[in-house]
């Protein structure tokens, strides 16, 4: 079997016992040897392949813990990309041309302007003309389409645009007030629609009735454009560095079903871990199960996932995702604060106590690995409460349950899930993104339990990063972690109980992921590990905070397999999509 020698740079393995390294000797795609460059010559043997890094540096794929890629991927694919549109005219150009190869009539959906996902950086505020075209404007593109700009979450209040044919196919005339439920519509000074619509009119995490009407006169997803948009979101990652994912909040049937399609058509370029929800809440419309539809679901998804899958796609545990963002109002605390629309709210429970019982109860019994996606203070305290009754009963702590988001927390509260044997997934773009949102709406107070990643780490639960709503970019949350800036803001947030180390920041999306997941052989570039490697432009654990989000990613190796290449390195780079083991 022909090995592999990645030498010309730094090897950083994030494996304790041997940090650093000159070179690495990779064979039947796992780690061979990690050591000096003479002694790995040797340990390749002759004939050995060698991949010159260049100066770069040679290290542990990332994981990320809570990316979204199929649901992204899904809501993205078919539709125009406007993300990085400059004005009007560029944004009518791109829909121009999707016109020219869509049948008449076909709906023609675009992508939000800006960012993905929060908008702050970069919105439709930064076009030329600071707005969105309204529907004349897009009818210049094309007038036998329908035409739709999104709005994704978790902005809101949010805005879309329609062209004249779009209006027309969701039943929208001059005649509608120009307010229904909380969607402003927008008129001219004659009274004619312009096509614009404002309110909580995002994809999802929306609840409102009347914009509900319209998403159910918008197109259905294909599975064409699913897996097409989720290919592509797949690329993305690999690009950054990404080696695999844990795909544990709101994943339904459906989206099981597109990864292992991915996976039987050698088209997964990455390692995935999934869990399926027991009761999505957040894509429209969301009608809440009976208990004892619940019950049954419960044993249905047990049985779809016992078998675990292999060393690309694997299902473990069970998913229950009983609140909601603060974004749209659904954070559920004990003190009021202003929804989007400036009304005192507590949010509210998507899930029930007596089902979040069921759950922790059917989990605890069956042996079943469960998964939390829980945020607030008062649905932290909820579910803990039931948790320490039930253990008492079913000790389920050496199951290592995992508490997904977790983006508010308390001291205490942190105390108590270290006692009940848990670990965290958490991203450190919460408070990038929604700091600001939550002095403003809940008051600055709860900054103070914000992210707070040095409490959990230093309560002795393990604690591994994700991208969720942004930024997407890996090597940026890592710096986040440090310091835990606020996008559109001077603040720093790098209280006491938030910062962490440089090598604690990398090992949240290397060995702590790794062990939060519970998967071996993944994290770390230790002998006998998944040749799973990141080769990236700079050293991650030495440069300056500000130059992480800069990272470049040179090659991606999944298995010894390269997945990405920047066709900047000499040596061997077969494109390989498909990971096989």
């Known amino acids: 079997m022909t090995s592999t020698i990645i030498t010309g740079g730094r090897v950083r393995t994030l494996d304790p016992s041997a940090p650093e390294a000159e070179a690495l000797v990779l064979s039947g795609g796992r780690v061979l040897a990690a050591g000096d460059r003479d002694d790995m010559v040797r340990a390749a043997g002759p004939g050995a392949r060698t991949i010159d890094a260049e100066g770069g540096v040679a290290m542990p794929g990332l994981i990320d813990t809570h990316p979204h890629v199929a649901h992204f991927g899904m809501l993205a694919g078919g539709l125009v990309d406007l993300t990085d549109a400059v004005d009007h005219a560029d944004i009518v150009a791109r829909i121009r041309a999707k016109a020219a190869t869509t049948p008449p009539g076909e709906w023609i959906m675009c992508t939000p302007v800006g960012e993905p996902h929060y908008f702050i950086r970069r919105s439709e505020r930064d076009l030329a003309e600071r707005r969105l075209p309204d529907r004349w404007t897009l009818d210049a593109a094309t007038d036998t389409h329908p035409v739709l700009i999104q709005a994704w979450a978790p902005r809101m209040p949010n805005v879309v645009a329609f062209n004249s044919a779009g209006l027309r196919a969701v039943g929208l005339t001059a005649f509608i007030p120009d307010r229904v439920c909380d969607v402003e519509i927008d008129k001219n000074e004659a009274g004619d629609l312009t096509g614009i619509l404002r309110g909580p009119v995002t994809n999802y995490y929306t609840y409102d009735p009347f914009w509900g009407q319209i998403l159910t006169k918008l197109p259905k997803l294909s599975m064409a454009n699913a897996v097409a948009g ?127 019982e069921t759950f922790v109860r059917f989990c605890a019994a069956n042996g079943i690995r469960a998964n939390l996606c829980v945020g607030s203070y008062r649905e932290h305290d909820d579910f803990l409460d039931i948790a320490e009754r039930v253990v008492r009963e079913h000790d389920f702590r050496d199951r290592r349950w995992i508490l997904q988001h977790a983006m508010t927390i308390t001291s205490q509260q942190a105390r108590r899930y270290a006692d009940l044997g848990f670990q965290v997934t958490t991203s450190a773009g919460f408070a990038w993104g929604k700091g600001t949102m939550y002095g403003e709406r809940m008051g600055t107070h709860v900054w103070r339990d914000l992210e707070p990643l040095r409490r959990l780490l230093d309560t002795g639960l393990d604690l591994a990063g994700g991208s969720d709503w942004g930024p997407k970019n890996p090597w940026e949350q890592i710096e986040l ?66 130059d992480l989000p800069g990272t470049r990613v040179l090659r991606t190796l999944v298995g010894g397999r390269t997945v990405h290449d920047s066709g900047e390195l000499s040596g061997p780079a077969e494109e390989t999509p498909a990971v096989t083991s």
């Open 230 to 356: 989720t290919t592509a979101e797949l690329a993305r990652y690999t690009a950054q560095g990404v080696t695999t994912v844990y795909e544990g909040h709101a994943m339904e049937p459906e989206h099981i079903g597109l990864y292992r399609h991915l996976r039987a058509t050698g088209a997964l370029p990455l390692r995935v871990q999934a869990t399926l929800d027991v009761e999505s809440v957040i894509f429209h419309p969301f009608d809440p199960l009976s208990h004892e539809e619940f019950a049954d679901r419960l044993e249905q998804f047990a049985a779809q996932t016992a078998d675990g899958g292999d060393d690309v796609l694997r299902l473990d545990g069970l998913t229950l995702s009983p609140g909601g963002p603060c974004f749209s109002g659904h954070f559920a605390t004990y003190e009021s604060y202003q929804d989007p629309f400036g009304r005192p709210t507590r949010g509210n429970r998507f899930v029930s106590l007596e089902k979040e």
């Open 481 to 546: 972690a440090q310091t835990h800036r606020f996008a559109g803001s001077d603040h720093r947030n790098d209280g006491p109980d938030q910062k962490l180390t440089r090598i604690e920041a990398l090992r949240m999306w290397t060995t702590g992921a790794a062990k939060v997941l519970g998967w071996s052989g993944i994290g770390s570039l230790t002998p006998g590990n998944h040749a799973d490697i990141a080769i990236v432009d700079r050293d991650p654990v030495t440069c300056p905070e500000d």
